[in-house]
């Protein structure tokens, strides 16, 4: 008789245990979906308006003008800065700039993952 209720016992608390552990489960996935929602308006309203931004001065890189667009050209801007000297002069100092930043976040990284920054 002991060995039927203990044996009974340890079943309920094995699906005891189980129930708390979906229990916890749910809860996380649904604190995760809540986190979601809460967040998804702000995220929205920023990507519209950079997207926006973008797009609108993509367009605006292909019209004619200074101030005033004068009419659509293209990508002649975009050929015409190209070919130009001081284009590549930028652009050669950027991706120097940029390795270097890279390399001194490497350095930096090493040091702190061995113990010394």
């Not at 292909?62 to 070919?83: K, S």
């Amino acid at each position: 008789m002991a060995t039927t209720s203990t044996t009974a016992r340890t079943v309920a608390e094995k699906e005891n245990a189980r129930e708390l552990a979906v229990g916890r489960f749910r809860s996380k996935a649904t604190e995760s979906v809540l986190g979601l929602l809460f967040v998804a308006p702000a995220v929205l309203v920023a990507l519209i308006f950079q997207l926006l931004a973008v797009v609108y001065g993509f367009f605006i890189s292909m019209q004619g003008g200074v101030l005033v667009p004068q009419g659509f050209i293209g990508l002649t801007n975009f050929v015409r800065a190209v070919g130009s000297l001081a284009y590549m002069i930028a652009l050669a100092l950027a991706l120097v700039l940029a390795l270097g930043g890279y390399g001194v976040y490497r350095r930096a990284r090493a040091a702190m993952w061995s113990g010394h920054g």
